[in-house]
């Protein structure tokens, strides 16, 4: 019978580590991920930058005129 319990214990004493692993992974994961979300905010807003950027030198090109369009 006490090596019974003893065997519950050591169950126990198992289940609480692993659940204690389990919460800072899980704390570390949720601290990977908000820092994903931020780099990937950041690296969005440089993309859309760089389109506008792109976009205002594309209107300062002058256009073709409409003979030479088709060469």
């Known amino acids: 019978m006490i090596s019974e319990f003893h065997q519950l214990f050591e169950k126990i004493?198992?289940?609480a580590e692993l659940t204690q692993s389990l919460r800072r992974e899980n704390a570390d994961l949720r601290l990977n991920a908000a820092a994903l979300l931020r780099e990937n905010a950041e690296?969005?807003?440089r993309m859309n930058e760089a389109h506008q950027r792109?976009?205002?030198l594309l209107e300062?090109?002058?256009a073709l005129?409409?003979?030479q369009e088709a060469v």
Do not use: E
Request: hydrophobic share 40%; aromatic share 0%; charged share 20%.
């Open 54 to 56: 792109v976009a205002a």
């Open 13 to 15: 004493r198992q289940l």
């Open 43 to 45: 690296l969005t807003q």
């Open 60 to 62: 300062k090109i002058p």
């Open 65 to 67: 005129p409409q003979d």
